[in-house]
């Protein structure tokens, strides 16, 4: 391609709109180009890139047997409501874009596809003979993300490899999801990237696990621990640990003491003179489930800990039917405002005991008849203990009084152990790890660009998708899905690999692998070398760019720095002797090079990793 004719404008200025380096750089260098929020469009340059890792994802999905199809982007509310996700996608996470069609039907715009291919399944799979099977798509998804940033990194229209599997049973997944974790391991090595896969939550349909596939970069998202033996990667949600040994209390007998100004920990400790550890924290929730119900949630734990979320949403889901739910739609530390509409009186905040009495929660008001009342607020707290403050004894904790704290309290004297035994704490970096108590867990960013996940039987069994076995019975089928963001992973490429000239891609997803630079095309023997070399390394089968545009030698330079190129070529001053100058970007080194062994050195380059 030639740049005089290609549609290719660069910025000297970093664009306002872009806060990480390879945001910037993706629009400065003329990639894409934002049209809404968290909406993209991918021009020339860009659209290579992704079509190179769209590629090597392909190639690797086939090499594990899996198989490409393309379901629809719109899809019938109705398949939605059989998962029973409509409502949960479209109203309460308000994720899906949905719309009315002409004839007043509900339909949605894919988010992912698992309802989709689950009602395939259901229509064509009858046997176990027709089983593993793993179908796979590269499309574009959509989805009302709450903050669309970072550029292609969190968008509302991106494009996703995700695939579906369905085995006879959690065995033979196993083996597929196997299968998968090969295939995304090639997928990165073969992009150029430094990753992890890590440990991921699963949310509370639990399944048999799931991991997600890190590339490591300081923009990145999500927080990584892991230990350097390599034995032990988690991303932060997820991840587990041994909490620091408690030091024993110097509080032998109950009293209440005044500790005005105490609401925080580091306060309460300074003023008592004691460790954190023998504190007993209170922490309040409010949990809104699906059934409408809000629950206020007293979570104890050991005064240094402090409560992983997702952990705790996790927990809440499972208790969810106790509440007439499935999920948890929402779980926040209540503000003011939400206090205001549920509390009878201010809360003792700072100073909150384990047994804060009910009696803070007004009693819902009477349904009008025959109606259950929406949005009820459950009169009681819901009391959770975790793991961490379980065996405490002569503890401190509040007194449910503002500026007075218990000291030397007991469960079982003084305090009820809530009955709801769980574990919510956070690890962080610096605790001692599970398998090995000698290795401390460290930290790193990285950015999720693909996650496998063994579902098990939610959808098929939602949905009604089964299998007859070898036996005669029917099953339902047992399903993995995986998922790549493909644009969210070219993005990564360059979050990962850039200088402060602009960005540095590896030679298997560069959108071409050289550019020859013209330095002065009023010059003939310029442009006459470098007119033959472009045609003959394009012919060689190198995807060379041809920078003949009537600029100056500089800017020329300045732009295939900014493309990031891996080679350029330029064929300058050195042309008397029959040379020219060949760079490669990543290193800046430099060589003359013989105009016959521009071609064969290059294509030797490019058959090592760059
Ligand atoms: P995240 O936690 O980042 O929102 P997710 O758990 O919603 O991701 P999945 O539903 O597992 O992601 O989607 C599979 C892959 O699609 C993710 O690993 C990620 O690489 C990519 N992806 C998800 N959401 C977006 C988005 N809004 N923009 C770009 N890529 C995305
Ligand atoms: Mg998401």
Excluded at 234 to 257: C, G
Excluded at 554 to 581: H, M
Excluded at 600 to 605: A, F
């Amino acid at each position: 391609m030639r740049l005089s004719q290609m549609l290719f404008v660069t910025l000297r200025e970093d664009p306002t709109e872009a806060e990480i380096p390879s945001h910037k750089l993706l629009l400065r260098a003329g990639y894409i180009r934002r049209i809404a929020a968290g909406v993209y469009a991918y021009l020339p340059l860009m659209w290579r890139v992704l079509q190179k890792v769209s590629q090597i994802v392909r190639e690797e999905m086939n090499a594990a047997g899996a198989q490409e199809c393309l379901l629809p982007q719109l899809q019938p509310a109705d398949l939605w409501r059989e998962s029973g996700r409509w409502d949960t996608y479209t109203k309460a996470e308000g994720i899906m874009f949905s719309l009315i069609d002409r004839q007043q039907r509900e339909m949605g715009l894919g988010p992912t596809h698992e309802e989709v291919i689950t009602a395939i399944a259901r229509d064509m799979i009858r046997s176990y003979r027709q089983l593993p099977l793993n179908l796979y798509q590269i499309q574009t998804k959509f989805r009302d993300e709450i903050r669309p940033r970072f550029g292609l990194m969190r968008g509302r229209e991106f494009i996703m490899k995700d695939a579906y599997s369905f085995d006879v049973d959690e065995a033979t997944l196993k083996q597929t999801y196997d299968k998968m974790h090969t295939a995304y391991t090639n997928i990165l090595k073969r992009c150029g990237l430094a990753f992890r896969a890590v440990d991921a939550d699963s949310g509370a349909i639990g399944g048999s696990g799931s991991q997600e596939f890190m590339v490591l970069a300081d923009a990145g998202e999500d927080e990584v621990l892991y230990t350097e033996d390599g034995k032990y990667s988690a991303n932060v949600e997820k991840a587990v640990s041994l909490p620091p040994d408690a030091e024993p209390s110097s509080f032998t007998t109950y009293e209440k003491l005044e500790t005005p100004g105490t609401e925080t920990i580091a306060k309460l400790c300074q003023l008592l003179k004691c460790s954190p550890t023998v504190v007993l924290k209170n922490v309040l929730y409010q949990a809104v489930f699906d059934s409408g119900r809000v629950v206020l949630v007293l979570v104890s734990i050991r005064g240094d800990q402090d409560v992983n979320e997702v952990k705790l949403q996790n927990e809440l889901t499972k208790l969810a039917p106790q509440y007439g739910g499935k999920t948890v739609l929402a779980l926040t530390v209540p503000d003011a405002d939400a206090q205001e509409k549920w509390a009878t009186k201010p809360l003792p905040l700072g100073y909150i005991a384990p047994n804060l009495d009910d009696s803070y929660i007004k009693p819902p008001k009477p349904a009008p008849a025959g109606q259950v009342a929406a949005n009820a607020v459950a009169p009681k707290f819901l009391r959770l203990v975790d793991k961490t403050a379980v065996d405490l004894t002569n503890f401190v904790t509040g007194s449910n009084e503002s500026g007075y704290h218990v000291v030397g309290a007991n469960w079982g004297q003084e305090f009820e152990r809530p009955k709801l035994e769980v574990d919510v704490r956070k690890a962080v970096a610096g605790d001692r790890a599970l398998h090995d108590p000698a290795q401390t867990l460290k930290t790193a960013r990285g950015i999720e660009i693909g996650h496998i996940f063994q579902l098990g039987t939610k959808y098929s069994q939602a949905l009604g998708a089964t299998y007859t076995n070898e036996q005669g019975e029917e099953k339902p089928l047992v399903m993995g899905c995986y998922g790549v963001g493909v644009s969210r992973l070219a993005q990564a490429a360059v979050e990962q690999s850039y200088d402060k000239d602009g960005i540095v891609w590896t030679t298997a997803i560069a959108p071409y692998q050289a550019i020859v630079v013209i330095p002065d095309i009023a010059k003939a023997d310029q442009v006459q070398a470098a007119e033959k070399l472009y045609a003959e390394l394009n012919a060689a089968g190198i995807e060379t760019l041809l920078d003949d545009r009537n600029e100056r030698a500089g800017v020329k330079f300045k732009d295939a720095d900014l493309i990031g190129i891996p080679y350029r070529i330029v064929t300058g001053r050195s042309l008397q002797q029959g040379k020219v100058e060949v760079v490669q970007r990543a290193t800046r080194s430099s060589q003359e090079m013989a105009l016959d062994a521009v071609i064969p050195t290059l294509k030797q380059w490019l058959s090592e990793p760059y």
